[in-house]
């Protein structure tokens, strides 16, 4: 199985970036699909969680208004658009497929991906 999450960087704060994961070995379909990230001397901490329709998703209220989770089973893809970053935005970002809990350290998860980074920064 193979999460592999692209998109990070550096971006200005304010900016928009999407990240996108690929997911190869294992049938989207039957999995929920999550992103996490892990800030600089902080837990990692789930951030944004969708279920395996896509019809549902959950946020942390501190990206609710910012962030949009979204998934393609059919490309076996999921995404996060991220709008209006800012510094305290900057980590790694993780994607993530099986049971996921938004503020939760992942302990359910089924597979991780590698993570990207990014930074916000002027």
């Known amino acids: 199985v193979q999460l592999q999450a692209s998109g990070g960087g550096l971006v200005q704060p304010g900016e928009s970036r999407t990240l996108s994961c690929e997911v190869s070995?294992?049938?989207?379909?039957?999995?929920?699909g999550g992103w996490f990230r892990q800030v600089p001397g902080k837990e990692r901490e789930g951030i944004a969680c969708?279920?395996?329709?896509?019809?549902?998703?959950q946020y942390l209220a501190s990206v609710k208004d910012r962030f949009v989770i979204a998934r393609d089973n059919g490309r076996s893809m999921l995404f996060l658009q991220m709008k209006n970053l800012q510094p305290g935005d900057t980590a790694v970002y993780y994607c993530t497929i099986g049971p996921c809990e938004v503020g939760s350290t992942g302990g359910r998860v089924d597979f991780w991906g590698h993570g990207t980074l990014v930074t916000v920064s002027s």
């Open positions: 969708i279920e395996s329709t896509g019809v549902r998703a």
């Open positions: 070995g294992r049938d989207l379909n039957y999995y929920a």
